[in-house]
């Protein structure tokens, strides 16, 4: 199956993300967001990733200008994805949310369309018993920042049939992306071993250990990770780590998913990392 026509649900950070990348690679995006605010913000955000890209020398300065002319946004789902190939929701954690849209995805889109969600723990088998098309819903969880990162994880639910999870195996390599093939297990793979050292960091903040910069620096140095633990979470944002980790707790059953209470507490006040100016650091 040729995949050409893409729609993004959601323009949050990983949404614009995706939108991106797709159109950089030829596709036709159509980015959909209840807010008219949010979808221009997501355009900043991809002009100005773009930039960056054209002044890194990754893309030539043409590619930026093709790259925006194929992609159009709309407050409009039903319209939009009318005649799409693929629609990849990127909505906030929270079944509940992730449910409706695939309720109108399952409504609005082609016979044939692929159903994708860009979850980071949420069960797609789930998600996909909302819908009357369970065999073309599929978890294609792309990591942030998704024009940088090259891993995709790619989950099939219990239903999920071989051609969907193969188009999708073939879009991500298109995509100039490494695709992962896991089964749907509570935060996957990458969350279920992630947010478990990203709660423990926040543990030993919170019981007096360390300073988040002598956290981060253990991690960074000691075991070479390119980015501390605590930096890492203020880059996904708190608010989405509590809630994964909620899911985890709940899915699983285990104690060692417990979010820490600090981690609450910060997402109780606003502090939500990059995006609000302040988590485990202060950002301008």
């Given at each position: 199956?040729?995949?050409?026509?893409?729609?993004?649900?959601?323009?949050?950070?990983?949404?614009?993300?995706?939108?991106?990348?797709?159109?950089?690679?030829?596709?036709?995006?159509?980015?959909?967001?209840?807010?008219?605010?949010?979808?221009?913000?997501?355009?900043?955000?991809?002009?100005k990733?773009?930039?960056?890209?054209?002044?890194?020398?990754?893309?030539?300065?043409?590619?930026?200008?093709?790259?925006?002319?194929?992609?159009?946004?709309?407050?409009?789902?039903?319209?939009a994805?009318?005649?799409?190939?693929?629609?990849?929701?990127?909505?906030?954690?929270?079944?509940?949310?992730?449910?409706?849209?695939?309720?109108?995805?399952?409504?609005?889109?082609?016979?044939?369309?692929?159903l994708?969600?860009?979850?980071?723990?949420?069960?797609?088998?789930?998600?996909?018993?909302?819908?009357?098309?369970?065999?073309?819903?599929?978890?294609?969880?792309?990591?942030?920042?998704?024009?940088?990162?090259?891993?995709?994880?790619?989950?099939?639910?219990?239903?999920?049939?071989?051609?969907?999870?193969?188009?999708?195996?073939?879009?991500?390599?298109?995509?100039?992306?490494?695709?992962?093939?896991?089964?749907?297990?509570?935060?996957?793979?990458?969350?279920?071993?992630?947010?478990?050292?990203?709660?423990?960091?926040?543990?030993?903040?919170?019981?007096?250990?360390?300073?988040?910069?002598?956290?981060?620096?253990?991690?960074?140095?000691?075991?070479?990770?390119?980015?501390?633990?605590?930096?890492?979470?203020?880059?996904?944002?708190?608010?989405t780590?509590?809630?994964?980790?909620?899911?985890?707790?709940?899915?699983?059953?285990?104690?060692?998913?417990?979010?820490?209470?600090l981690?609450?507490?910060y997402?109780?006040?606003?502090?939500?990392?990059?995006k609000?100016?302040?988590?485990?650091?202060?950002?301008?």
């Open positions: 199956m040729s995949i050409g026509r893409i729609a993004v649900v959601g323009a949050g950070t990983m949404g614009n993300g995706i939108a991106h990348v797709a159109a950089l690679h030829g596709k036709s995006v159509t980015l959909i967001d209840v807010d008219p605010a949010a979808l221009e913000r997501a355009l900043a955000s991809i002009d990733n773009l930039g960056r890209q054209v002044a890194k020398g990754v893309i030539e300065a043409s590619a930026k200008a093709e790259t925006l002319s194929r992609i159009e946004t709309t407050t409009d789902l039903a319209s994805v009318a005649g799409v190939e693929l629609a990849v929701e990127a909505a906030p954690e929270r079944v509940e949310l992730k449910r409706s849209i695939f309720e109108a995805l399952d409504s609005a889109a082609p016979a044939g369309a692929i994708a969600s860009n979850t980071s723990s949420i069960s797609i088998t789930e998600i996909a018993a909302c819908t009357k098309r369970p065999e073309v819903v599929i978890g294609m969880h792309f990591m942030n920042p998704v024009p940088v990162m090259q891993l995709v994880e790619v989950i099939r639910g219990l239903a999920t049939d071989d051609a969907t999870t193969r188009a999708v195996l073939d879009l991500a390599a298109e995509l100039g992306k490494t695709a992962v093939e896991v089964n749907d297990s509570p935060g996957f793979v990458s969350n279920r071993v992630l947010l478990p050292m990203i709660n423990e960091a926040i543990f030993a903040l919170m019981e007096g250990v360390a300073e988040p910069e002598a956290i981060d620096t253990v991690m960074k140095l000691g075991m070479n990770h390119p980015m501390g633990p605590l930096t890492l979470a203020d880059l996904i944002g708190l608010d780590c509590l809630s994964i980790l909620e899911v985890l707790h709940r899915e699983i059953g285990d104690d060692r998913y417990r979010p820490c209470p981690l609450r507490k997402v109780a006040a606003g502090w939500l990392g990059r609000a100016g302040r988590g485990f650091y202060t950002y301008e």
